[in-house]
């Protein structure tokens, strides 16, 4: 067994248990065990020792650092213990039965419940709340123990990655040669998407969707206008709202920038633009979407916004870090250098979580990226899931591990690094661990 660090570098080995200290984490944390009070000390040490150094201990029950099971030391009400957090013991480790961190949670690591999920088109709108009146106040309080949960994401943001989910803009097939699209064209696939989706009887969504980044105040208000004298149907209880898709290079919470030959048009939202994963946007390319509502004046205004970084123009498939996108750009040389050999990859960015099912229980999981492996001959095809485990929190590394068994029954899982925790040695090191290896996929 290894001490490793979760941090600067994440993986590094810190010191080797000796044996005697092997065995003593084994028999206390794993089977229950205590033959001596100095070996529940023995033991004891080391887990104080992991929480002191940010440590983690690493089973040698499995031989490859990808197979292999990490845990965590963690104080609950003053008890100190040994959580299994990413990998499963071999079934005659000692550590085999040590707690599973599980609580409120699906079977194997799953969410009991999906985290994110599609806008439904048709009740997506937002309440109307004029008139609305105070009410006393109600205990709704239900504070979740769920420990791989992540923030709630708005309905302007789940808007936006429904829209591209269904123009199919967070694919890439294949991933070599790229797809040669413009910003054009992909705002024009989700413009289609909303001549084809209603948000009411006889009413597309390219009623209340437009793309057009340079509108003036006088038309913002024609357009609600319209939306409020038209006389067709619109949600009851919904307000009569609109919304704008563009990118951006310049997002920052305060405002979005679209710059263009004919200079920069600036939209500042009422409420601060909400960034996916970020306090102020340092990404680069963007996708955005703002809404836009009648304020108590009586103006129309922005009155929301939210932005989403991106791969690139040509593939805009939407990227939760600058780690994310290093990994599509792993996937991309891979690709080029498996061409030449037969195999085609595509590439799938899961914006929404995925049902998994254990022994007739069901449970939720969102990979980083699913790949598609298209063998020579056409005749087979392999998935992989790709996680991109280069987070520095150790609280989200911890969560995200905890998924990977139900990650699994999705395709074989695979990480960027390769042999995280340990970091990458060398350049390309995830485009050459792919390359080594899929032609040996069975």
């Known amino acids: 067994m290894k001490l490793v660090t979760k941090k600067a570098p994440r993986g590094r080995l810190f010191r080797e248990l000796s044996a005697e200290e092997a065995r003593a984490v084994g028999n206390v944390c794993g089977l229950g065990q205590v033959h001596s009070l100095a070996e529940k000390q023995m033991a004891e040490t080391v887990l104080r020792s992991m929480r002191d150094q940010d440590l983690w201990l690493a089973c040698d029950c499995k031989n490859t650092s990808e197979e292999r099971p990490l845990n965590t030391a963690r104080n609950l009400d003053g008890s100190i213990f040994l959580v299994n957090f990413s990998g499963e013991h071999r079934a005659d480790c000692p550590l085999h039965r040590s707690k599973r961190d599980d609580d409120n949670t699906g079977p194997r690591g799953s969410r009991r419940n999906a985290g994110v999920m599609r806008i439904d088109f048709r009740s997506f709108l937002p309440r109307d709340d004029h008139g609305a009146r105070i009410s006393a106040p109600t205990n709704t309080d ?90 067709k149907p619109w949600p009851a209880g919904r307000a009569r709202t609109f919304y704008q898709i563009l990118f951006s290079e310049h997002v920052s919470q305060d405002e979005v920038v679209f710059s263009n030959q004919y200079g920069p048009t600036v939209f500042q939202p009422e409420k601060r633009v909400s960034i996916n994963g970020e306090v102020d946007g340092h990404r680069g390319k963007y996708w955005v979407i703002l809404m836009y509502q009648r304020n108590d004046a009586g103006t129309v205004v922005c009155r929301d916004a939210y932005a989403h970084a991106l791969f690139d123009y040509a593939c805009p498939v939407p990227v939760d870090s600058n780690l994310e996108r290093a990994t599509v750009t792993s996937v991309i040389t891979a690709g080029k250098w498996l061409q030449s050999s037969g195999y085609e990859i595509a590439l799938n960015k899961p914006l929404f979580d995925i049902k998994v099912n254990f022994d007739q229980e069901e449970g939720f999981v969102l990979p980083d990226f699913i790949l598609t492996v298209t063998h020579p001959g056409r005749m087979r095809t392999t998935e992989l899931v790709v996680e991109t485990m280069g987070y520095t929190d150790d609280d989200y590394v911890e969560r995200k591990a905890k998924q990977h068994e139900g990650m699994s029954t999705l395709g074989l899982l695979v990480k960027d690094p390769p042999s995280w925790p340990e970091p990458a040695t060398k350049p390309n090191a995830f485009a050459r661990y792919l390359y080594g290896r899929i032609p040996h996929l069975k």
């Open 142 to 231: 239900n504070p979740s123990t769920d420990k791989i949960s992540r923030r709630r994401v708005p309905a302007l943001a789940r808007l936006l990655l429904t829209l591209i989910d269904a123009a199919e803009l967070n694919r890439i097939t294949p991933v070599y040669p790229q797809p040669a699209r413009t910003k054009t064209q992909a705002l024009n696939a989700v413009k289609l998407v909303t001549e084809l989706e209603h948000f009411a009887q006889g009413r597309p969504l390219s009623e209340i969707v437009f793309f057009d980044p340079w509108v003036k105040q006088n038309r913002l208000e024609e357009r609600m206008q319209v939306l409020e004298t038209d006389g």
